[in-house]
């Protein structure tokens, strides 16, 4: 059973978050916190694996949390789950060691898989606000250099990089001219070279390593 940590600072919220979690039989809920300051109390007592993260709070906001339990507890992965998508929150959470970013109307049915899926060393963005993560990239490209173990040929990188722009894909295969069971192919291949379950999983290393190409292809 993978212990969570709750740190949000609605109390109804946490309850909530609890119940639904807890029906989980690979879950359980060891703690819940209000503030950034009694998360980093509590995680020596109750060693979690995961903690779910609000941003604002009072005391010390989630993204100073974040980046003190990276440095602290490497191996204690952090999703953030919140009510806000503005670029300032998302970016900083993200460079602060956030596994994921989730907004609160996420269904609890995806949480679950969420929660699942980073303990299982995946990411989870929002598709909400995935679009201002491709933004920021665009604006630096080339600034941060991939991991050495992730090689793609050039036909890859172009779907990667479609595929990271949210195309399906039949959109790819028109925008490549080739055929839609070829790109399924190449899907299939970069899912497992980057060792994710799905494209959003794909989309999201490929954005925080900057494995997408500039040129997307032939329009």
Known sequence: MFKILICDDQEIVCEGLQTIINADPELNVVGIAHTGIEALDLIPKVLPELVLMDLKMPDM??????RKIN???PDIYVLVLT???????IFDAIRS????????????KDLIKSIKGTLAGMSFIDPQVAGKLLSEYAENFGKSQPPSHYTFTE??????????????NTEISGKLFLAEGTVRNYTSVLLKKLGVADRT??????????LVSKDTGKD
Not at 61 to 66: A, C, K, Q, R, S
Not at 83 to 89: I, L, Q
Request: charged share 25%.
């Open 71 to 73: 440095e602290t507890y």
């Open 83 to 89: 009510t806000y998508d503005d670029d300032e929150w």
């Open 201 to 210: 999983q794909a989309a999201i290393l490929a954005i925080r390593y900057g």
């Open 61 to 66: 906001n989630g993204v100073l949390t974040t």
């Open 97 to 108: 060691g956030a596994a994921g970013y989730l907004l609160k109307d996420t269904p609890p």
């Open 155 to 168: 036909r890859e990188r172009d779907i990667l990089t479609l595929l990271s722009q949210g195309l399906s």
